[in-house]
């Protein structure tokens, strides 16, 4: 997988701006490539506003046309019917409720999608993304699957990443002008990529989330105050954390786990002390018990010399 690429052609959108559809843009610049965006919900409508602002023509569609007139305010062209949305240029953005909308709205503009790329930005399955990546493929629309890491103020921000996947060659043809947006990472030409990563990194965010609430609430007890926890532990995170999972990679990869740094026997010890702590304090423990379980299980199972990859296994089934 390629990295992120860190090239703003068109120079990232201010992400105060683009969040306000409302704001006024400069005039379009006709030698920027022109985009237009179907769907004006929160992040559409952010979308939108960040091709305005780095001077794309960009044309809007929603279905509840009041949505379009803070951009069309602002310069955008705003129209009437997903035909003439679809026909306006060779960039379609798409941000609808879900896959089975995005169709409906597409419905019956299949001869004019020839020659053109649908990037779709809706929230799905990979399932239904390869699903739709073969339906553009029949009507000659080269099919971009997209998600958004970052919610709608951080469009066009530092912190911004899009993950794509799909056609070969359409995202290096509007990298200029979807850099915008945020840094890209480029999956590859399976469709469902995207969505699967997607999925996968929220559940990595909901899991490190919870870990640090379950932290903020044990030092919390003690009357340690969250902001001055939380320093310490992103510092952790980043560093010792980050480096068991760059070194576990490769163990789950080839699914041999040698326990050089840290057996389960003793990562087991330390999650009774954590357990301890949390029944002592009167915190919830229903994380941890959860995670002394899992490497339970894998000990009794004959792996308690492996290191804590070896639960990959048990994950996996």
Same mark, same amino acid.
């Given at each position: 997988?390629?990295?992120?690429?860190?090239?703003?052609?068109?120079?990232?959108?201010?992400?105060?701006?683009?969040?306000?559809?409302?704001?006024?843009?400069?005039p379009a610049d006709p030698a920027r490539e022109p985009v237009t965006v179907l769907g004006l919900g929160a992040m559409g409508s952010v979308l939108a506003a960040a091709f305005l602002a780095a001077g794309h023509p960009t044309t809007v569609w929603n279905r509840s046309a009041a949505k379009a007139e803070p951009l069309a305010a602002r310069g955008a062209v705003?129209?009437?019917?997903?035909?003439?949305?679809?026909?306006?240029?060779?960039?379609?953005?798409?941000?609808?409720?879900?896959?089975?909308?995005?169709?409906?709205?597409?419905?019956?503009?299949?001869?004019? *999608?020839? +020659?053109?790329?649908? #990037?779709?930005?809706?929230?799905?399955? !990979?399932?239904?993304? %390869?699903? /739709? $990546? &073969?339906?553009?493929?029949?009507?000659?629309?080269?099919?971009?699957?997209?998600?958004?890491?970052?919610?709608?103020?951080?469009?066009?921000?530092?912190?911004?990443?899009?993950?794509?996947?799909?056609?070969?060659?359409?995202?290096?043809?509007?990298?200029?002008?979807?850099?915008?947006?945020?840094?890209?990472?480029?999956?590859?030409?399976?469709?469902?990529?995207?969505?699967?990563?997607?999925?996968?990194?929220?559940?990595?965010?909901?899991?490190?989330?919870?870990?640090?609430?379950?932290?903020?609430? *044990?030092? +919390?007890?003690?009357? #340690?105050?969250?902001?001055?926890?939380? !320093?310490?532990?992103? %510092?952790? /995170? $980043? &560093?010792?954390?980050?480096?068991?999972?760059?070194?576990?990679?490769?163990?789950?990869?080839?699914?041999?786990?040698?326990?050089?740094?840290?057996?389960?026997?003793?990562?087991?010890?330390?999650?009774?002390?954590?357990?301890?702590?949390?029944?002592?304090?009167?915190?919830?423990?229903?994380?941890?018990?959860?995670?002394?379980?899992?490497?339970?299980?894998?000990?009794?199972?004959?792996?308690?010399?492996?290191?804590?990859?070896?639960?990959?296994?048990?994950?996996?089934?």
């Open positions: 997988m390629p990295p992120l690429n860190p090239a703003r052609a068109a120079g990232p959108a201010d992400p105060a701006r683009a969040a306000d559809p409302a704001r006024a843009a400069g705003r129209v009437a019917t997903p035909a003439e949305a679809v026909a306006a240029g060779p960039l379609i953005v798409a941000c609808v409720l879900d896959y089975d909308a995005l169709r409906a709205v597409l419905a019956g503009t299949e001869a004019l *999608l020839p +020659g053109r790329t649908l #990037v779709n930005l809706t929230s799905g399955s !990979p399932e239904q993304a %390869r699903e /739709l $990546a &073969g339906w553009a493929a029949e009507h000659g629309l080269a099919y971009l699957d997209g998600a958004i890491m970052i919610t709608p103020p951080g469009i066009g921000g530092p912190d911004a990443t899009l993950l794509y996947s799909g056609a070969p060659g359409a995202l290096a043809r509007h990298r200029d002008t979807l850099a915008v947006l945020g840094d890209q990472v480029d999956l590859g030409p399976d469709a469902g990529l995207a969505g699967l990563y997607d999925t996968a990194l929220l559940g990595l965010m909901w899991s490190s989330l919870s870990g640090w609430l379950q932290g903020v609430a *044990l030092v +919390g007890a003690d009357g #340690v105050r969250a902001a001055d926890f939380t !320093p310490v532990a992103t %510092r952790w /995170l $980043a &560093g010792a954390v980050a480096g068991f999972i760059g070194r576990y990679a490769a163990q789950a990869d080839a699914g041999a786990y040698p326990g050089d740094d840290a057996s389960l026997t003793v990562h087991l010890a330390a999650m009774e002390h954590l357990l301890h702590a949390a029944r002592a304090r009167g915190v919830d423990t229903a994380l941890p018990e959860l995670l002394a379980r899992q490497t339970e299980q894998a000990i009794e199972a004959g792996h308690g010399a492996d290191s804590y990859a070896r639960l990959i296994e048990g994950i996996r089934k």
